[in-house]
């Protein structure tokens, strides 16, 4: 009944947004980096050295001129790599090229663990290392939510998949602001309509119920062009992480700063409700006395 309901929404949803949406889209953070200022390096974003080992690294894809790959749950927090083609990810065909080594660069996290409990703080993270200094274009990305019958246990159900509206080319210029894998990355989230249509998806669901899959393209087959680059054999990685607009994404000393603020505040109020309580209670204690002596 839940996943009929969630199917109901999303074709409600779906119903009503243009054809031309765009799913998941650049984060804007208004400035750009390192002297970039287009588009692409305004969704760039400092991880403060994180790295990938402590983020959860959901699909990494290593091959020459053409690259595809694709992660998705197998009910029981594990993590498989379907063949194409695959409904989480539409428009791919030929080899799943995801790296399955064991070495945690493939995963199909649950919601809950990534403490996306609001459509607003999901994000994922892209990071190339071109070992020939060039450019690459990122053709397909895809971010599929999916749920368990619940407790973690198979079947899984596809229940949406979120995708960019088209090709985004990263030049080499752009590539080489990168400070090493984890670190910082090019980033994407949801646009105000997906992030309506993702809560409701999620609505009444629990979030260790609900996984993430993702699926991605790039490099290209033909001539590098300015329209296209081609993968030259470095890993290309993506990581789930919170969304730089979401509202949970305070910084350490700023949330301190805050914090700390708010318990000067807290003890000042308390002392001045005990010098006002003790002000009348002294006044009240006067005024008797004067009373019995007059």
Request: aromatic share 8%.
């Amino acid at each position: 009944m839940r996943q009929l309901k969630a199917a109901l929404v999303a074709a409600t949803m779906l119903a009503i947004i243009p054809a031309a949406k765009a799913d998941l889209v650049l984060v804007d953070n208004g400035t750009g980096f390192g002297g970039c200022t287009d588009a692409n390096c305004r969704s760039f974003t400092d991880m403060h050295g994180t790295g990938f080992g402590n983020l959860p690294r959901i699909l990494t894809v290593q091959t020459n001129t053409y690259e595809a790959g694709l992660t998705a749950p197998d009910g029981n927090g594990g993590v498989i790599y379907p063949a194409f083609p695959h409904p989480g990810a539409p428009g791919l065909s030929g080899t799943n090229v995801a790296i399955q080594n064991g070495q945690f660069k493939g995963s199909a996290p649950s919601l809950f663990s990534l403490g996306w409990n609001d459509a607003s703080k999901v994000g994922v993270a892209f990071v190339s290392d071109q070992t020939g200094q060039s450019g690459i274009t990122l053709q397909s990305l895809s971010l599929s939510l999916y749920t368990t019958n619940g407790g973690g246990q198979a079947p899984v159900t596809l229940l949406h998949t979120f995708s960019l509206a088209g090709p985004v080319n990263y030049t080499a210029d752009e590539l080489r602001l990168q400070p090493g894998n984890g670190n910082a990355a090019f980033s994407f989230d949801l646009d105000s309509a997906q992030q309506t249509l993702w809560n409701s998806l999620v609505d009444g669901n629990s979030l260790s119920t609900l996984y993430i899959g993702l699926a991605a393209s790039l490099g290209c087959s033909g001539t590098v062009s300015s329209t296209c680059q081609v993968s030259n054999g470095g890993p290309e990685s993506f990581a789930a992480i919170a969304a730089p607009r979401s509202p949970a994404v305070v910084p350490l000393p700023a949330a301190m700063w805050l914090f700390g603020t708010g318990l000067v505040g807290l003890i000042a109020l308390g002392r001045k409700k005990k010098v006002s309580t003790g002000s009348c209670a002294q006044k009240f204690e006067n005024k008797i006395s004067s009373d019995l002596c007059s």
